[in-house]
């Protein structure tokens, strides 16, 4: 469905996205990761030839993007981060509106504006005015536009930018759905979004791709490492110096639960931790109420691979 060769993007000398190169299938949900400032919405601009590359080249559904630009929309539904509406139209006739401009029969228009209404939950705001419904119903009429000529592909740029918790979850929800019946790339900083629904997860940093794999493959890369959660209550400083310190540890992050207690987790390449951590704490009088292996979510997949790439970057 995407095929991506070396594509590169400048800007007044700086690289964005450097000489990138992947595919994704037909019918594959696949996240596209990176931290801010990595070329994710750069790279996603340019799949859906809305800007123009330095060099390289992008094919969607076998068609080149930038040779033949009108056909390649008819397979995209793109939503962009800020996602452009005309406020003050309403839901119907704004849909109505999209619908024309991407080429649907008018005979088919008003099913299909209402079929998406239905898929995105707006069925009871079509004749609302779209600059007086919430950010969450505004990004729904977003959605709902990128689907009204029916696209085989879906790319959605931070769909649940800016929501609150509960409106979050109602777009999560409505991509799990679009998901059954799209291929979908999906870019987010709601990294148990991508975990629940993606099947394959791209990581970009610095413009280059760092890891393209399914989240089991990705989990496996850290297998040599071992997380630990202990609370302890004692000095914090000493606590984490003392277990910075200890051998095989990488990394010891602190979280404070109260005056007394934090909660520390530990990164370490030795498989007896968790024994040093309790013999570390018998000896020094600390309390330790808890003490457990950990899994690795998402989050610790993507931090450590990020962390790994500018490690390689500094020591090359």
């Not at 919405?41 to 080249?57: D, E, K, N, S, V």
Request: aromatic fraction near 4%; proline fraction near 4%.
């Amino acid at each position: 469905m995407i095929k991506v060769s070396n594509l590169t993007k400048q800007f007044a000398g700086h690289t964005a996205v450097d000489n990138v190169s992947f595919e994704v299938k037909r019918g594959e949900i696949v996240g596209f990761l990176g931290p801010n400032g990595a070329g994710k919405t750069t790279t996603m601009r340019m799949l859906t030839g809305f800007l123009h590359p330095t060099q390289g080249a992008v094919e969607i559904a076998g068609c080149d993007v930038f040779d033949d630009p009108i056909e390649v929309r008819r397979h995209i539904g793109y939503m962009p981060e800020s996602c452009p509406l005309y406020t003050e139209m309403r839901v119907d006739e704004y849909l109505k509106f999209r619908a024309l401009i991407k080429g649907v029969a008018r005979k088919a228009i008003r099913e299909r504006r209402d079929t998406v209404k239905e898929q995105c939950g707006l069925t009871e705001v079509g004749h609302r005015i779209i600059g007086q419904l919430s950010k969450g119903y505004r990004q729904r009429v977003g959605l709902a536009d990128s689907l009204l000529h029916d696209p085989d592909l879906l790319i959605l740029d931070e769909p649940t930018a800016g929501l609150d918790p509960n409106q979050i979850r109602e777009v999560r929800e409505l991509i799990r759905q679009l998901a059954e019946r799209h291929t979908l790339l999906l870019s987010t900083h709601i990294l148990p979004e991508v975990e629940m629904t993606c099947r394959r997860i791209l990581i970009i940093n610095k413009g280059k791709i760092v890891a393209s794999d399914s989240p089991e493959s990705l989990q496996k890369r850290l297998t040599g490492d071992i997380m630990i959660s202990a609370e302890i209550a004692g000095d914090a400083a000493v606590i984490e110096s003392t277990l910075k310190n200890l051998g095989g540890v990488d990394v010891v992050d602190r979280e404070v639960l109260d005056e007394s207690w934090s909660r520390y987790r530990v990164d370490s390449s030795s498989p007896e931790i968790r024994t040093q951590v309790f013999e570390c704490a018998a000896s020094n009088g600390w309390k330790l109420r808890e003490l457990h292996l950990e899994s690795r979510s998402l989050e610790d997949i993507f931090v450590s691979i990020i962390r790994d790439d500018a490690a390689a970057e500094k020591n090359p």
